[in-house]
């Protein structure tokens, strides 16, 4: 008998192409459709409405494509918009606070279920590690005193590497 992995479509045992994270989340489409949707949801949310009151229309565009991007996507949020430096000079001077980022988490893992991303737990596991890690950074360059790193490398997130613990 010949045991077949069925999402994979290869024997077991056989090599396979892992999908990147982007792929398996459904591609360009699915990560619109789960931005669009959560942006739609922050003006009517008490916690987030503030934090994204000055939103531009393009907002949920631009952070579909930096995801898309770190989840080993297409590269255009780095050709187009400048990269991780960028994405971090877009949080300075904002003072998010703890109730904000778990806010933003939560309402946006609400999404995630509500539009039909997947939720095996290894994809889920790698995409709220991911969430959980970029948030908090981004409550860290929102702070006073942070500043922008020029060289900063863009993150590239995959289904499950430690890096190590945070140094600043």
Sequence with gaps: MVVVDEKAGAKMGESRKVPTLYEWMGGMPAISKLLETFYGRVPSDPTLAPVFAQMSPEHSAHVAAFIAEVLGGPKAYSGEHGGHPHMIERHLGRALTETQRKRWLSLLLECTDEIGVPADPEFRSAFVAYLEWGTRLAVLNSQPGATV??????????????????VP
């Design 149 to 166: 790193t020029a060289d900063s490398p863009m993150p590239a997130w995959g289904w499950g590497e430690v890096k190590g613990p945070y």
